[in-house]
């Protein structure tokens, strides 16, 4: 009989736990064009090639109108280190990991923010941009190590109109 208790008292502890995990999951949620606001800036994230998502550890979930917003945000709350997701100009609406993205950051594909920062999830579709309208290109890594210091394209933007 202890036996048969003891097998329950397991069973009901892993029932348990499975059901613990799985109301924990952390999982990103799909940006709602028009309605969701940026949590950095708070304008209405609206532009279906630009946005960006952060959850935290805890599964709280931050939305943004661009990457420079996340990062912006990141830096500013020491949010670094959870996971983080934007969508690419070559895949809109999509949210993929930041760090499988290639960016490329031109004075002719201006972001929300006024950055000029684009993620691309292929390579073939960052250089066909490239090509089209110059640039330059970082890592996720490289855009993080680099945002600070990164130079105002805006100018370079408005002499080329």
Known sequence: M???IK??????RAIFLII?????????????YGEDHCAFC????????????????????YKFDAVECLI???????LEG?????VTFDNPKT???????????????PSPMGMFISAFKTRFELEKQLEINGGDIYSWQELLENFQNLPDLRM???SRK
């Not at 799985?22 to 999982?27: A, D, F, P």
């Not at 912006?72 to 020491?78: C, I, M, R, Y």
């Not at 949210?95 to 594909?109: F, G, K, M």
């Open 7 to 12: 097998s329950k008292r397991k069973a009901f």
């Open 95 to 109: 949210l993929t990991e930041a760090e499988q993205c290639i960016y490329l950051r031109s004075p002719n594909i």
């Open 156 to 158: 370079v933007s408005q």
């Open 82 to 86: 959870n996971l983080s997701y934007v």
């Open 42 to 61: 708070t304008m209405k994230i609206v532009q279906p090639q630009f946005g960006a998502e952060l959850i935290t550890d805890k599964g709280k979930v």
């Open 2 to 4: 202890e036996f048969k």
């Open 72 to 78: 912006n945000k990141s830096l500013k709350d020491n």
């Open 20 to 32: 613990l995990l799985s109301s924990c999951s952390i999982e990103k949620s799909p940006i709602q």
